[in-house]
């Protein structure tokens, strides 16, 4: 941590770069649903860039939309369900 | 999965509906052609469907098999002063009727609707699922 001189301001904050914790494998739970929320969502895109271009069908193109976005659904509705349990248990009176 | 095989097999039906309707708009447009490359007066074509495996899913989806053409004999339309009539002044027109394209044509629109319903249907019950989690 660097000492800030007023009359410097602040550096350029360098963006950050999320770190997987040692001792653990992409393969765990709910990194494995946003890893493939992200593809879903990936392919949504390049089938609508596909369409575009005119390489994919219209309806290729909506339904891999639609996928894309019931799997985020999914992926959400998850993480509050998972959120809600931890915050349950941090509210837990000793 | 349920839901993938489900919008796979309406998606594979969306499709062969489009081809179905992208034939009937070629033998609408070809309702005079009657000098076609393959000689004589334009034939109608009609999609043969048949059912498929759509990528990994459970059931069947459907495919566009072959596209024959109509058998129908051309129409003999009497036209001396045209290029192409025979020596006795009758000119070979397709047997192309353009009623029965508009009645193909609703059909195929309906078909792509249904499908379209099933997409939905899916859809609803998915996210209906989804809601169970909130």
């Known amino acids: 941590m ?3 001189i007023p009359s410097q301001g602040i550096a350029d904050l360098a963006p950050i770069t999320p770190q997987r914790a040692s001792g653990t494998t992409p393969t765990n739970g709910f990194e494995q649903i946003v890893q493939q929320v992200s593809d879903t969502l990936k392919n949504a895109d390049q089938m609508a860039a596909g369409y575009a271009q005119g ?7 909506v339904l891999a939309s639609e996928k894309a976005d019931t799997t985020f659904q999914v992926a959400m509705a998850i993480r509050n369900r998972a959120l809600a349990a931890y915050q349950e248990i941090e509210n837990l009176q000793v | 999965m349920g839901l993938d095989s489900i919008i ?5 039906a969306l499709g062969a509906q489009s ?3 992208t034939l009937i708009a070629q033998n609408l447009a070809n309702v005079d052609s009657i000098n076609s490359p393959d000689g004589g007066p334009y034939q109608r074509r009609i999609p043969v469907f048949e059912p498929a495996q759509v990528g990994n899913s459970d059931g ?5 098999a ?4 109509d058998q129908t004999p051309p129409r003999a339309v009497y036209d001396p002063s045209n ?10 027109e397709p047997a192309v009727n353009p009623v ?13 609707q249904a499908n379209l319903s099933v997409v939905q249907t899916a859809n609803a019950a998915a996210l209906k699922t989804i809601d169970l989690l909130k």
């Open chain 1, 2 to 4: 660097s000492v800030v």
């Open chain 1, 55 to 61: 390489k994919v069908g219209l309806t290729d193109a």
């Open chain 2, 8 to 12: 796979g097999i309406a998606n594979s």
């Open chain 2, 19 to 21: 081809q179905r309707i």
């Open chain 2, 60 to 64: 069947l989806g459907v495919k566009l």
């Open chain 2, 66 to 69: 072959e596209v024959v053409t």
């Open chain 2, 83 to 92: 290029p192409f009539a025979d020596e006795s002044g009758v000119v070979k």
């Open chain 2, 100 to 112: 029965y394209e508009m009645v193909d044509m609703m059909q195929a629109s309906r078909s792509y």
